[in-house]
């Protein structure tokens, strides 16, 4: 009624376990559905073509039917469609005289994209990015032989790789500072236990020093590891 579109992000989805979002119903009703990835930390590698070849193979799956969502429908939906529902459909999404020379070009000498029978099931099912060679936004060449023209991929890399370690530094003093916490409530309920159990010759019932030089080790174990620059002993799960 309104022509509302769809950005399917269908791996953040998965990651997140958000469910299944019922495109193939939507296509059905004449919606319009593109491929979205999320942000970085609910997809992680933003690849339109990642998007394609995992909607195409989990919504056979999902709806028992292995002919929804088509190659030809999934390569649709990753161009004329994403640019229709951007409101830019008069401008770009389709190889058009008088649309915005927007171009990919990849390279298809490469093992898994040999043989060639469909064009659309190769890239719905065998594209990677890594095989795109090309990329032209209004005529200018942005990916030159995989490389950025525009960027110096190697600063960019550096970067973010100082970023890394940035962040890393600060999750970790942050897990310290939650250790303490930690052993601090740890000692102070312990104490107001050994006050509350008292023993008739008013000895105190203490905390234990098995497990105050456990919490203590591993404070020693996290500040040690900071001060060597070893962040491996913390994992999600610790």
């Known amino acids: 009624k309104r022509k509302v579109g769809v950005s399917h ?3 953040s989805n998965l990651k997140l376990a958000s469910g299944f979002a019922p495109v193939p119903k939507m296509l059905k009703a004449g919606i319009k559905v ?12 933003l690849s339109i073509l990642g998007e394609m070849s995992t909607a195409v193979k989990v919504h056979k799956a999902v709806s028992g039917d ?4 088509d190659s030809k429908t999934a390569l649709l939906m990753a161009t004329r469609n994403g640019a229709e529902i951007s409101g830019l459909g008069d401008k770009v999404g389709s190889i058009k005289s008088g649309k915005l020379a927007d171009l990919v070009i990849a390279n298809l000498k490469a093992p898994h994209l040999t043989p060639i029978y469909d064009i659309y099931s ?38 973010a790789k100082s970023w ?31 006050i509350l159990f008292m023993s008739p010759e008013r000895t105190l ?7 105050v030089s456990t919490l203590f080790s591993i404070i020693t174990l996290i500040e040690s590891s900071h001060k060597r620059g070893l962040l491996s002993c913390l994992t999600n799960d610790s």
Do not use: W
């Open 9 to 11: 992000c269908i791996e």
């Open 34 to 45: 593109a491929f979205g990835t999320d942000g970085a930390a609910s997809n992680n590698d």
């Open 66 to 69: 292995p002919t929804v969502i």
């Open 122 to 159: 190769h890239i719905a099912y065998c594209m990677r990015p890594s095989d795109i060679e090309t990329v032209m936004v209004n005529g200018k060449i942005l990916i030159e032989n995989g490389k950025p023209t525009t960027m110096n991929e190697e600063e960019i890399i550096a970067k």
């Open 164 to 194: 890394q370690e940035k962040i890393k530094s600060l999750l970790l003093k942050e897990s310290i500072v939650s250790v303490r916490l930690l052993v601090s409530s740890t000692l102070n309920t312990l104490t107001f236990l050994s």
């Open 205 to 211: 019932l203490g905390p234990t020093s098995t497990n």
